[in-house]
């Protein structure tokens, strides 16, 4: 199948560039969104684990079959997360890559305790500063990130970034890794399907990878 394939080759091709600069390669997320559990099943078959979904209704109308499909798959909720989703969000994922303000930090912190499951936590920051953008600004993120961890006790693990398709990622790449050394935080999650690899350099520990797995939506 195409998209086994073509998992397969990135992450031959993330090992080999991890190699080349001394560094540890990064965790690949297999962005699956749109697609059905037909067309992930392959994946799964060809060693992907780790999944990514930006939309909690669809990530539920495949997700249980899947994780019952096989049992070890790490989901990310990669996508903007609704306070009155975020009881089925918990129920289902394993990580939130995009806690961005004190609302919806709040209400998975209930969540977790009320389902007494812990979720690995990232913190989106809109490296941009993009109004129709999700995510905290930079200025405001070491703020929040503090905020989260001692005055609600959520374990935020990481940083996560869009940066605008317009504009050459490594700033932006650069710019939250400063800003997860000032926090201390190992996690970074940057880099998508376009430069993936630039961000691999700058320290990512996740990439979030789909069309150059499974093809144009």
Same mark, same amino acid.
């Given at each position: 199948m195409p998209a086994a394939e073509n998992y397969r080759d990135i992450i031959k091709e993330l090992e080999v560039h991890s190699k080349?600069?001394? =560094?540890?390669?990064?965790?690949?997320?297999? *962005?699956?969104?749109t697609?059905?559990? &037909?067309?992930?099943k392959p994946v799964i078959d060809a060693g992907a684990r780790v999944f990514g979904e930006n939309r909690v209704q669809e990530a539920q109308g495949k997700w249980p079959e899947l994780k019952s499909y096989n049992g070890d798959i790490?989901?990310?909720?990669?996508g903007p997360l609704q306070s009155n989703k975020t009881a089925d969000a918990v129920a289902l994922f394993d990580?939130?890559?995009?806690?961005?303000r004190e609302k919806i930090a709040k209400t998975i912190s209930r969540e977790?305790?009320? =389902?007494?499951?812990?979720?690995?936590?990232? *913190?989106?920051?809109?490296?941009?500063? &993009?109004p129709q953008k999700a995510g905290i600004l930079p200025d405001s993120a070491t703020e929040f990130v503090n905020w989260c961890q001692n005055d609600i006790g959520l374990a935020v693990e990481g940083l996560m970034c869009i940066p605008p398709f317009d504009e050459n990622?490594?700033?932006?790449?650069?710019l939250l890794r400063k800003l997860a050394r000032e926090l201390m935080l190992e996690k970074l999650s940057m880099g998508m399907s376009a430069d993936y690899l630039t961000a691999a350099e700058f320290g990512a520990t996740h990439v979030r990878v789909g069309s150059n797995i499974f093809g144009k939506r």
């Open positions: 080349k600069h001394d =560094q540890a390669a990064p965790q690949l997320i297999v *962005v699956s969104k697609f059905d559990a &037909e067309t992930i790490e989901l990310h909720l990669i990580c939130i890559q995009t806690v961005d977790m305790a009320t =389902q007494n499951k812990h979720l690995k936590l990232f *913190v989106q920051v809109n490296t941009g500063s &993009e990622p490594g700033h932006h790449f650069a």
